[in-house]
T-cell receptor, first 117, second 115 residues
Framework: NAGVTQTPKFQVLKTGQSMTLQCAQD?????MSWYRQDPGMGLRLIHY???????DQGEVPNGYNVSRSTTEDFPLRLLSAAPSQTSVYFC????????????????FGEGSWLTVV | GDSVTQMEGPVTLSEEAFLTINCTYT??????LFWYVQYPGEGLQLLLK?????DKGSNKGFEATYRKETTSFHLEKGSVQVSDSAVYFC??????????????FGKGTKLTVNP
């Protein structure tokens, strides 16, 4: 059972470098999202997608780009890394809910630890 | 907007002690409520959930009851083990403007259980 797969697990970048965090799910989920986790801040939503070709911004989108060309993949791009983007990143996916309070379970990847120096 | 407030940690307990981690929420509608657990060096795993008022979620000896009257979803376990040491996140599901579901997380509570 692959579930949600994120790569790489660890990455060190220099300020100004670009990179892409990969996320793939094999559950045919329509909804995918990226969160960042920082000490004392919990998880904050960066971007999300409700299906192939559709993306939208979350709570902290600045400095990140996303695209959703297929149902399975949802990469997160850092075009010019900054030290403030040092964080742990989580990709998540779920079925599109039928309505509010549907209790739709969201599945998380194992996380990507990114350090920008 | 919707929000989740959970007790600040860290929480340190001895093995076999009783655990309570408080969680309250603010929501305009009828959210589903979740507890996620994050073990050291790992991602988040769903621990339990409840989808409507008075529902009780349970898993691995942990329980939480959806209390609409007090807007709470406190996590409890009668006898903790060293292996329960982790960070616990309370969360609620919310509907975005686009009509899709997203999670709103609390800031997390770190639990350390000593032998």
């Amino acid at each position: 059972n692959a579930g949600v797969t994120q790569t790489p697990k660890f990455q060190v970048l220099k300020t100004g470098q670009s990179m892409t965090l990969q996320c793939a799910q094999d559950m045919n989920h329509e909804y995918m999202s990226w969160y960042r986790q920082d000490p004392g801040m919990g998880l904050r939503l960066i971007h999300y997608s409700v299906g192939a070709g559709i993306t939208d911004q979350g709570e902290v989108p600045n400095g990140y780009n996303v695209s959703r060309s297929t149902t399975e993949d949802f990469p997160l791009r850092l075009l010019s890394a900054a030290p403030s983007q040092t964080s742990v990143y989580f990709c998540a996916s779920s079925f599109r809910p039928l309505g509010q309070g549907a209790g739709n379970t969201i599945y998380f990847g194992e996380g990507s630890w990114l350090t920008v120096v | 907007g919707d929000s989740v407030t959970q007790m600040e940690g860290p929480v340190t307990l001895s093995e076999e002690a009783f655990l309570t981690i408080n969680c309250t929420y603010t929501a305009t509608g009828y959210p589903s409520l979740f507890w996620y657990v994050q073990y050291p060096g790992e991602g988040l795993q769903l621990l339990l959930k409840a989808t409507k008022a008075d529902d009780k979620g349970s898993n691995k000896g942990f329980e939480a009851t959806y209390r609409k009257e007090t807007t709470s979803f406190h996590l409890e376990k009668g006898s903790v083990q060293v292996s329960d040491s982790a960070v616990y996140f309370c969360a609620l599901s919310d509907i975005t403007q686009g009509g899709s579901e997203k999670l709103v997380f609390g800031k997390g509570t770190k639990l350390t259980v000593n032998p």
